[in-house]
């Protein structure tokens, strides 16, 4: 079955760019929505962006001007740019595959990214 | 934007019914989702589309949507399901993808 996995630096810098990278395995990126998802300490899930398999995009607009996800459907990835980071930004960045009805049926199991100097 | 409201938190024996609220303008006209995160671990999608159950999660999981409250309920709970819910829908006029604030469900 299709899995996701998310890789990329556990710690970035304060005002440094933080970059992830979702590889999926077991299925094509093509079709379906690649979402990016975080969740800081102890609090609830937000919603980062999605990018369509054709490289149409969508941003939270309270992220929007510091966030750029694209897609390489050759090596089956996506990625998340979040530039300009603070201690904020501290959180578990998830990536999943969202269906046509937007539901996420399919999630990375997460990686944590400090922000730190 | 669109806001989903949920009680922080919800106690339940083992073996009764656990109803969790959604509450949002009007949701009953739209398609809710819910999903079950255990600590540590990444959310699982239970139901989509209101009711809809995917493959492998047991039929005490089950979803309904009316007017402005959406309902999880899982009947006969054991203490497996001791885990944060959070409800999700699609914001048609924003294209986003807003959460609710997760609820705690404890097993007593």
């Known amino acids: 079955q299709v899995q996701l996995q998310e890789s990329g630096p556990g710690l970035v810098k304060p005002s440094e760019t933080l970059s992830l990278t979702c590889t999926v395995s077991?299925?094509?990126?093509?079709?379906?929505?690649w979402r990016w998802i975080r969740q800081p300490p102890g609090k609830g899930l937000e919603c980062i962006g999605y990018?369509?398999?054709?490289?149409?995009?969508n941003y939270n607009p309270s992220l929007k001007s510091r966030v750029t996800i694209s897609v390489d459907t050759s090596k089956n990835q996506f990625s998340l740019k979040l530039s300009s980071v603070t201690a904020a930004d501290t959180a578990v960045y998830y990536c999943?595959?969202?269906?046509?009805?937007?539901?996420?049926?399919?999630w990375g199991k997460g990686t944590t990214v400090t922000v730190s100097s | 934007s669109y806001v989903l409201t949920q009680p922080p938190s919800l106690s339940v024996a083992p073996g009764q019914t656990a109803r969790i609220t959604c509450g949002g303008n009007?949701?009953?006209?739209?398609?809710v989702h819910w999903y079950q995160q255990k600590p540590g671990q990444a959310p699982v999608l239970v139901v989509y589309?209101?009711?809809d159950r995917p493959s492998g999660i047991p039929e005490r999981f089950s979803g309904s949507n009316s007017g402005n409250t959406a309902t999880l309920t899982i009947s006969r709970v054991e203490a497996g399901d001791e885990a944060d819910y959070y409800c999700q829908v699609w914001d048609s006029s924003s294209d986003h993808v807003v959460f609710g604030g997760g609820t705690k469900l404890t097993v007593l």
């Open positions: 999943a595959r969202g269906a046509v009805s937007q539901y996420m049926d399919v």
């Open positions: 009007n949701i009953g006209s739209k398609s």
């Open positions: 990018i369509y398999y054709s490289g149409s995009t």
């Open positions: 077991g299925g094509s990126i093509s079709s379906y929505y």
């Open positions: 589309d209101d009711s």
